[in-house]
């Protein structure tokens, strides 16, 4: 289905079309290969950066192309149609880089132009096996010896882990809290840092995550950003952006797995006549539509908030959340409409059925996203 959008400028245009191309040309038909073989496409995360798709957001000066959000999340809705592994790892990257963009020095935003144009490959190392909705108890600890930063603990659920070339390590450096964290940028062949056996997952099985340990690692203290005690700022501010670009891959997802729907459908025949035509199949693809609109909708108001320097936290977790409960329940139903043939690899819906469900736990659980909602209602 063609998505009818308005976009501020031509540019905009411009690049939603080269998205497209590259989707159809790399992405699409590889997607079904690579997750098969469990297979992470490091090459096609190099031909996106070097079509500037991984640097959108951020400012010229760093090699970036210094797009509108609005613009940046919905070039994500459409990779993520095609392979939503290859959105996530986007979305993750560009997170990633976040931390040195928006609060280095300097120094440290020498890196950026390597970062964002995709030759170094970056992983955001927040969660630990016992503190995932809790960032605040993070235990993985950080002292200063010297020179550098002596890390030691374990991270857990680290998408690149065994891939990225830099890691952003929150880690606590003071005491107990919010307080004591700070965020650390370390390369991949820091020694003490261990990545260990990638996780068995349900879905998105070309991306690599793993835990990694951390062995008395040693971070020279000049890859400290934005000072002690910064981190767990720069970790929320961070997933706030982070959480509108999982809401542009749970759009992307729905959307492919509306159209496959709905083109299996027309073609499909039962008493005499396309399954399509049937109301109880009928409407709830009209449901579907509906949703994946309003989804995209939230998303680019969130998103358009963001670029007017507006507040935007909230909007970002109700796209977050109301797009991937959307995505969960379209891909469902998708599957639903195949009948027996979408329960077989043969056809990709049952493949975005089992991807959908990680959307609704990466950057913050949809448990979490009522509860900042809630709260915020609360307070008036």
Known sequence: MNVDRILPTDEAHDLLDLATELADRELAPKAAGFEERAEFPR?????????????????????????????YLQVLEILASRWLAVAEAVSVHTLSCYPVAQFGSDEQRKLLPDMIGGELLGAYCLSEPQGGSDAAALTTRAVRDGDAYVVTGTKAWITHARVADFY??????????PKGISCLLADRGTPGIHPQAAERTMGLHSSPVAQIAFDDARVPAERLIGGEGAGFTIAMSALDSGRLGIAACAVGLAQAALDYAVGYARERRQFGRAIIDFQGLGFNLADHATQISAARALMLAAARLRDAGRPYSIEAAKAKLFATDVAMRVTTDAVQVLGGAGYVADHPVERYMREAKVLQIVEGTNQIQRLVISRALAKG
């Not at 190099?46 to 000066?61: H, K, N, Q, S, V």
């Not at 952003?168 to 450096?173: A, E, G, K, V």
């Open 43 to 71: 090459e096609v995360l190099r031909t996106l950066g070097r079509a500037g798709l991984l640097g959108l957001p951020y400012a010229e000066e760093h090699g970036g192309a210094a797009q509108p959000y609005e613009v």
């Open 168 to 177: 952003n390590i929150f880690c606590r450096t003071g005491g107990p809290g």
